[in-house]
């Protein structure tokens, strides 16, 4: 039996990258999942390749409007028949130093990030509070304390840890764990999609990255998706409002 035979999950932006890698690892221990992401063929599809005999789907949706999260939960609820875990996770990158950053590149990282998670959260936690349990795993970053030409996406991430800590407070008495991870250095599209920007090999770029941490090499999805098992298992019932920092020791100093 699997930690997660039964439960349903849900989890933005998990077309690929972390959210993916979290996916696969929700649905091997037999859970099943919910993919939502922005392009829904591209959800879909990569729901067809979770592994598992649960059923799994892909939900086309953007987290900023409420609206469609509104209807992308009805759809879960009505096609999987329930709703036990959320991971927040969809995110994007609008990078700039701040006399350079736009009303819109702040505008829509904190739509992504910040009002995303509220709007999902939102609406399980009705789902949640009924049946008196659910988990919601938000995702953060060591960027939230602080990160050169990020002053949207930091403050976007350090929101998603006080956000956690009072939705742990609130939800807390009806059996409602909320944690968060924040992430180092992941290997994922998003991280070399900035290498590309700095003009640098990705190869390069992930063995400097891996330079600035304790155990000398880069995280990879597979890494987040472990934390995040662990954070909405029954094994971690009595940890909530917790921000775990997954970075290879990056801010050890």
Do not use: C
Request: charge should be negative; avoid cysteine; charged fraction near 20%.
């Amino acid at each position: 039996m699997g930690r997660f035979d039964g439960r349903v999950a849900v989890i933005t932006g998990a077309a690929r990258g972390i959210g993916f890698g979290a996916a696969t690892r929700f649905a091997e221990e037999g859970a099943s999942v919910a993919i939502l992401d922005l392009d829904e063929s591209a959800a879909a599809e990569a729901a067809t390749k979770l592994p598992g005999e649960a059923k799994h789907i892909g939900v086309g949706a953007n987290v900023g409007r409420s609206a469609d999260v509104d209807a992308a939960v009805g759809r879960v609820v009505e096609e999987l028949g329930g709703l036990h875990i959320v991971m927040n996770n969809a995110g994007v990158t609008r990078d700039n130093l701040l006399f350079k950053m736009t009303e819109d590149d702040w505008d829509v990282v904190m739509n992504v990030h910040l009002k995303g998670a509220f709007l999902l959260s939102k609406a399980a936690q009705a789902h949640f509070v009924a049946q008196k349990y659910g988990k919601i795993v938000n995702v953060s970053s060591t960027s939230a304390l602080g990160n050169r030409g990020q002053a949207n996406y930091s403050a976007a991430k350090m929101g998603i840890q006080g956000f956690t800590r009072t939705l742990a407070i609130e939800l807390g008495p009806f059996g409602v764990n909320v944690n968060a991870i924040a992430p180092g250095f992941i290997a994922t599209e998003m991280t070399d999609a900035t290498a590309a920007r700095l003009k640098l090999d990705v190869d390069e770029f992930r063995r400097l990255s891996a330079e600035h941490n304790a155990v000398k090499r880069v995280g990879h999805p597979e890494d987040i998706a472990a934390a995040a098992a662990f954070l909405a298992s029954d094994e971690a019932s009595y940890i909530t409002g917790q921000t775990l920092y997954v970075d290879g020791g990056a801010t050890l100093g």
